[in-house]
């Protein structure tokens, strides 16, 4: 079992900036991809951006030049740097990561945090 946990977030006004982090825990061998996706009222739930085992980046084109996810392997974590921030990108942010298990198996594993909100006021 792998365990993901979200801890930041809040209110912030329009122009300001949020951290949030994820934070795994558990049977780890390896963590692989990590993301934030969000989830506003109404909505389906959307890719904010991930960052590969590898460092590798990718971002929704909405949060370009004002988001930046990072990780520390050497403590299973993950950010999210949000800057700029506007009423639209209120949301409950999910953190998620796949990787293996430390079984003998070295099962594979995909695991969700329970979501943070994050609430941006005009």
């Known amino acids: 079992q792998v365990q993901l946990v979200e801890s930041g977030g809040g209110l912030v006004q329009a122009g300001g900036s949020l951290s949030v982090s994820c934070a795994a825990s558990g049977r780890i061998f390896s963590l692989g991809s990590m993301g934030w996706y969000r989830q506003a009222p109404g909505n389906q739930r959307e890719l904010v951006g991930s960052?590969?085992?590898?460092?590798?980046?990718n971002y929704a084109d909405s949060v370009k030049g004002r988001f930046t996810i990072s990780r520390d392997n050497a403590k299973n974590t993950m950010y999210l740097q949000m800057n700029s921030l506007k009423p639209e990108d209120t949301a409950v942010y999910f953190c998620?990561?796949?990787?293996?298990?430390?079984?003998?198996?070295?099962?594979?594993?995909?695991?969700w945090g329970q979501g943070t909100q994050v609430t941006v006021s005009s």
């Open positions: 998620y990561a796949d990787g293996l298990q430390s079984d003998w198996r070295r099962t594979p594993f995909n695991s």
């Open positions: 960052i590969f085992s590898d460092g590798g980046l």
